[in-house]
């Protein structure tokens, strides 16, 4: 598991892999896995490592599900198609719930999250509202 010195390691492979994936749902809507194939370039192999990643990895991707995830302060409900820009950071745009906060684009962890409502800012765990915490 431990980085080579080549620099390229599996791991930033599987993200950048993910990355691509996560761009293709974005742009494309909904695929299966046999589609996202031929959709993003990878191998079958490759594409079911992301699959397995994202459901089992990274429990978010619960946006326009039934409600589970809205701003704390004004009760709003962001939907999928919603976007936050990584600023100050490297202004990679995304849905942050997809990530659970971290910006794909420069692996920032963001602890807070704006509403684009009310533009006030609450603590990112605090918007999923499925008992946790
Ligand atoms: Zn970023
Ligand atoms: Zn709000």
């Known amino acids: 598991m431990a980085a080579g010195r080549n620099g ?3 791991r930033d492979l ?6 691509v994936v996560l761009q293709r749902l974005y742009f494309d809507g ?5 589609e996202l194939g031929p959709a993003t370039g990878l191998s079958s192999g490759s594409v079911s490592n992301v699959v397995a990643d994202l459901v089992a990895g990274d429990r978010a991707v619960r946006v326009g599900d039934g409600g589970r995830i809205r701003c704390p302060k004004c009760q709003w409900e962001p939907a999928k198609t919603d976007r936050w820009r990584c600023s100050p950071g490297c202004e990679h745009v995304w849905n942050t719930f997809e990530t659970r906060g971290r910006c794909p684009g420069c692996d920032k962890q963001w ?3 704006v509403c684009l409502r009310c533009h006030e800012w609450s603590r990112h765990d605090d918007w999923y509202c499925d008992g946790q915490g």
Request: glycine fraction near 0%; aromatic fraction near 6%; charged fraction near 35%.
């Open 14 to 19: 599987r993200r950048a892999n993910r990355t």
């Open 30 to 34: 909904p695929l299966s896995r046999f």
């Open 111 to 113: 602890t807070d999250t």
């Open 8 to 10: 390229r390691t599996v």
